[in-house]
């Protein structure tokens, strides 16, 4: 089948309208706005603090050269080259694997509604923080707060009232008492801090030892914005928290009014979004590493310890760095295919992918000595570890950055301008995934082109009402099973069919010719870097984190109400299997559809013509003048309209 190339010297191109970005700086800050996102600030933290710092920091770094880059890399490509979305786009290259299309699409869905939630939780602080004192400062004494809330100053002003009392139940407590509480005497013997200590009959235990102290900033994430409480689980969810459910519905507002003229108005946001958490990011290092413990943290976090470099020979560790690489760079959601598709077709995209995957892993890394250096000065607070100040999991951005926030002057100031960083870099991503799913209902529908406005409120909408079962008090739980599920093995499968399917069905030469057209020349070094991650290393390696992330499955779950983790019942664990496997399901279904579609239809059901390019793939350019490929018409393909129109057969060549 003909792959729709235009030989050079013989065709005029002229560059397609397809509302397509204004300049090459709109599409570079737009695909940098979406690989730096949350996750570098929220997810790529916690999870290098539950993997022990520098061990995944070491897997992400490779996986990101041997799995990331190359996906990035490729994908632009095939949106620059087809001017199209994913869903047309692999139906085109290899009508068989058109479901692969529908697969991501699902993915960025399901991503696309809890992601914005984070976006709600950050206007929620945002307006929280223009009380006159921050309201996760110190440990209240309202019904929301923990008895097991611990605030150093506050502690300190009780010991210097009485050497026997500490903070503990939000007032000044008898040590005596706390004893008691959890079946222990108080000892006869102090600390090194010359702080009284309990007896539990063997030994004489330190009062942090006794209970887990919970951060003010902790507590108030989880009582009084999630508003978890004791009793709360899967079957009692609690009622709606009206808060929240105004803030998602400024978040979706948002989102809409950025979107509603397309990449015109989000190409123009991305200026401010794309660029303003870098000058907060650099603010909060400067004062994260004068606090105190701020050392500890950034060791804990760089440095390799004969324990940790033992993690290595873990695969959980290399399947999250896999998994935390699809969230950061976004490949296989479909959202750079979609960025991709409305570039100039002879944009150097090599470039681009090079620097922009590098520049987000370097943001995540310097985001990582940011939180660290807060992490480190925590454990200094609670008088613990590095290693176990926090148990808040995804939470994380919401317990360290917010502490780290109290100890600047001016706090209003500071937590408006971090919790402001927190919703552009949210914005960033969540247009292109947004964008991604609009964009893909458009071009299966190319009359509703016309109405991008309406389609946009309408997915707002959608997306808005599916994401009130995470405005409840046990919210959180429904957020961590999309979390934990919907971008977990479909997106590993979805990347893996992707990769055979361009390099083995399309073929990696055809691949190769297509970048001539487009005019990129890569080095004799890139070009055999690149051939090597696509045809052999990414694809196996994606294939072996994907069979040792089933072989190592464990349950969902959430951090709950107590410092314990709250594992999901079966019921649901399978509510969350149906979300992970949904990407396979729609790749398998479109085989058998395009089979009895095609062979309903009079086509060609082999093997080779399931899995070749059809009649319409070809490069997004209008040609006045293409030659023939064999057995084929020639085409215009006009992005604008969304259709392809053949010149008759008396064509002047």
Same mark, same amino acid.
């Given at each position: 089948?003909?792959?729709?190339?235009?030989?050079?010297?013989?065709?005029?191109?002229?560059?397609? +309208?397809?509302?397509?970005?204004?300049?090459?700086?709109?599409?570079?800050?737009?695909?940098?706005?979406?690989?730096?996102?949350?996750? &570098?600030?929220?997810?790529?933290?916690?999870?290098?603090?539950?993997?022990?710092?520098?061990?995944?920091?070491?897997?992400?770094?490779?996986?990101?050269?041997?799995?990331?880059?190359?996906?990035?890399?490729?994908?632009?490509?095939?949106?620059?080259?087809?001017?199209?979305?994913?869903?047309?786009?692999?139906?085109?290259?290899?009508?068989?694997?058109?479901?692969?299309?529908?697969?991501?699409?699902?993915?960025?869905?399901?991503?696309?509604?809890?992601?914005?939630?984070?976006?709600?939780?950050? $206007?929620?602080?945002?307006?929280?923080?223009?009380?006159?004192?921050?309201?996760?400062?110190?440990?209240?004494?309202?019904?929301?707060?923990?008895?097991?809330?611990?605030?150093?100053?506050?502690?300190?002003?009780?010991?210097?009232?009485?050497?026997?009392?500490?903070?503990?139940?939000?007032?000044?407590?008898? !040590?005596?008492?706390?004893?008691?509480?959890?079946?222990?005497?108080?000892?006869?013997?102090? @600390?090194?801090?010359?702080?009284?200590?309990?007896?539990?009959?063997?030994?004489?235990?330190?009062? &942090?030892?006794?209970?887990?102290?919970?951060?003010?900033? +902790?507590?108030?994430?989880?009582?009084?914005?999630?508003?978890?409480?004791?009793?709360?689980?899967?079957?009692?969810?609690?009622?709606?928290?009206?808060?929240?459910?105004?803030?998602?519905?400024?978040?979706?507002?948002?989102?809409?009014?950025?979107?509603?003229?397309?990449?015109?108005?989000?190409?123009?946001?991305?200026?401010?979004?794309?660029?303003?958490?870098?000058?907060?990011?650099?603010?909060?290092?400067?004062?994260?590493?004068?606090?105190?413990?701020?050392?500890?943290?950034?060791?804990?976090?760089?440095?390799?310890?004969?324990?940790? %470099?033992? &993690?290595?020979?873990?695969?959980?560790?290399?399947?999250?760095?896999?998994?935390?690489?699809?969230?950061?760079?976004?490949?296989?959601?479909?959202?750079?295919?979609?960025?991709?598709?409305?570039?100039?077709?002879?944009?150097?995209?090599?470039?681009? =992918?090079?620097?922009?995957?590098?520049?987000?892993?370097?943001?995540?890394?310097?985001?990582?000595?940011?939180?660290?250096?807060?992490?480190?000065?925590?454990?200094?607070?609670?008088?613990?570890?590095?290693?176990?100040?926090?148990?808040?999991?995804?939470?994380?951005?919401?317990?360290?950055?917010?502490?780290?926030?109290?100890?600047?002057?001016?706090?209003?100031?500071?937590?408006?301008?971090?919790?402001? %960083?927190?919703?552009?870099?949210?914005?960033?991503?969540?247009?292109?995934?947004?964008?991604?799913?609009?964009?893909?209902?458009?071009?299966?529908?190319?009359?509703?082109?016309?109405?991008?406005?309406?389609?946009?409120?309408?997915?707002? $909408?959608?997306?808005?009402?599916?994401?009130?079962?995470?405005?409840?008090?046990? *919210?959180?739980?429904?957020?961590?099973?999309?979390?934990?599920?919907?971008?977990?093995?479909?997106?590993?499968?979805?990347?893996?069919?992707?990769?055979?399917?361009? %390099?083995? =069905?399309?073929?990696?030469?055809?691949?190769?010719?297509?970048?001539?057209?487009? *005019?990129?020349?890569?080095?004799?070094? %890139?070009?055999?870097?690149?051939?090597?991650?696509?045809? !052999?290393?990414?694809?196996?390696?994606?294939?072996?984190?994907?069979?040792?992330?089933?072989?190592?499955?464990?349950?969902?779950?959430?951090? @709950?109400?107590?410092?314990?983790?709250?594992?999901?019942?079966?019921?649901?664990?399978?509510?969350?299997?149906?979300?992970?496997?949904?990407?396979?399901?729609?790749?398998?279904?479109?085989?058998?559809?395009?089979?009895?579609?095609?062979?309903?239809? *009079?086509?060609?059901?082999?093997?080779?013509?399931?899995?070749?390019?059809? +009649?319409?793939?070809?490069?997004?350019?209008?040609? &006045?003048?293409?030659?023939?490929?064999?057995?084929?018409?020639?085409?215009?393909?006009?992005?604008?309209?969304?259709?392809?129109?053949?010149?008759?057969?008396?064509?002047?060549?």
């Amino acid at each position: 089948m003909g792959k729709g190339k235009a030989e050079k010297g013989d065709v005029e191109v002229e560059e397609v +309208e397809r509302g397509g970005w204004d300049n090459q700086c709109d599409f570079f800050l737009s695909c940098l706005g979406y690989a730096v996102g949350l996750g &570098n600030v929220w997810r790529f933290p916690y999870l290098c603090y539950e993997h022990g710092g520098v061990t995944f920091l070491i897997a992400y770094i490779v996986m990101l050269l041997i799995s990331g880059l190359p996906l990035f890399f490729l994908e632009l490509v095939l949106g620059q080259y087809a001017g199209k979305g994913p869903l047309k786009l692999f139906g085109r290259i290899a009508p068989a694997f058109k479901g692969l299309g529908y697969g991501m699409l699902m993915i960025s869905f399901l991503v696309v509604i809890y992601y914005n939630m984070i976006i709600a939780w950050t $206007i929620y602080y945002t307006f929280a923080g223009f009380a006159s004192e921050l309201p996760w400062t110190y440990c209240g004494n309202t019904s929301l707060t923990s008895r097991d809330c611990f605030q150093r100053d506050q502690e300190l002003a009780c010991f210097n009232s009485s050497s026997s009392d500490t903070f503990w139940d939000k007032k000044c407590t008898s !040590v005596s008492d706390v004893c008691l509480n959890f079946n222990m005497t108080e000892a006869d013997e102090r @600390d090194d801090t010359n702080r009284l200590m309990c007896y539990n009959g063997t030994d004489n235990i330190v009062l &942090n030892r006794v209970y887990p102290r919970v951060s003010p900033s +902790e507590d108030y994430y989880k009582r009084t914005m999630l508003g978890l409480e004791e009793d709360t689980s899967w079957e009692n969810m609690g009622g709606i928290k009206w808060e929240l459910v105004l803030c998602l519905a400024a978040a979706w507002t948002i989102v809409c009014l950025c979107l509603i003229k397309g990449v015109q108005s989000s190409g123009k946001v991305v200026y401010f979004t794309a660029l303003f958490p870098y000058l907060v990011l650099v603010i909060l290092l400067i004062r994260g590493v004068t606090l105190d413990g701020a050392y500890d943290g950034i060791i804990f976090y760089v440095y390799p310890t004969a324990e940790k %470099m033992a &993690n290595l020979q873990k695969i959980d560790v290399w399947a999250a760095a896999a998994t935390q690489i699809f969230y950061s760079l976004g490949p296989s959601f479909g959202g750079l295919i979609t960025l991709a598709s409305y570039n100039k077709f002879t944009n150097n995209c090599h470039r681009d =992918a090079i620097l922009i995957a590098f520049a987000n892993c370097g943001t995540s890394i310097f985001a990582g000595f940011v939180i660290f250096s807060i992490i480190g000065f925590m454990a200094k607070q609670a008088d613990l570890p590095v290693g176990e100040v926090i148990k808040g999991g995804t939470g994380l951005a919401f317990i360290a950055y917010p502490e780290a926030v109290t100890q600047m002057p001016v706090p209003q100031l500071w937590s408006f301008l971090f919790f402001g %960083m927190l919703i552009t870099l949210g914005l960033d991503s969540q247009f292109t995934m947004t964008e991604t799913v609009t964009t893909a209902i458009m071009d299966q529908y190319p009359n509703l082109r016309a109405h991008k406005g309406k389609v946009v409120i309408v997915a707002s $909408i959608i997306g808005f009402i599916l994401g009130l079962t995470m405005c409840t008090r046990g *919210g959180i739980f429904m957020f961590e099973l999309i979390n934990w599920y919907s971008a977990s093995w479909g997106l590993l499968i979805c990347a893996i069919t992707e990769i055979l399917i361009v %390099m083995y =069905a399309y073929g990696y030469k055809n691949f190769l010719e297509n970048m001539e057209e487009m *005019g990129l020349k890569l080095p004799t070094v %890139m070009k055999y870097y690149w051939l090597s991650m696509w045809m !052999v290393i990414t694809p196996v390696v994606l294939f072996f984190v994907l069979i040792m992330t089933f072989i190592q499955y464990s349950p969902a779950w959430s951090p @709950d109400y107590s410092q314990q983790k709250y594992y999901f019942p079966t019921g649901i664990q399978f509510l969350g299997w149906l979300m992970a496997l949904v990407a396979a399901a729609f790749i398998i279904m479109g085989v058998f559809w395009q089979y009895y579609n095609r062979k309903r239809n *009079g086509k060609a059901t082999d093997f080779k013509s399931m899995t070749s390019p059809n +009649e319409k793939w070809g490069p997004a350019t209008v040609t &006045n003048a293409v030659k023939k490929p064999t057995g084929l018409d020639n085409q215009t393909y006009v992005k604008d309209e969304f259709s392809y129109n053949k010149y008759s057969a008396d064509t002047t060549y």
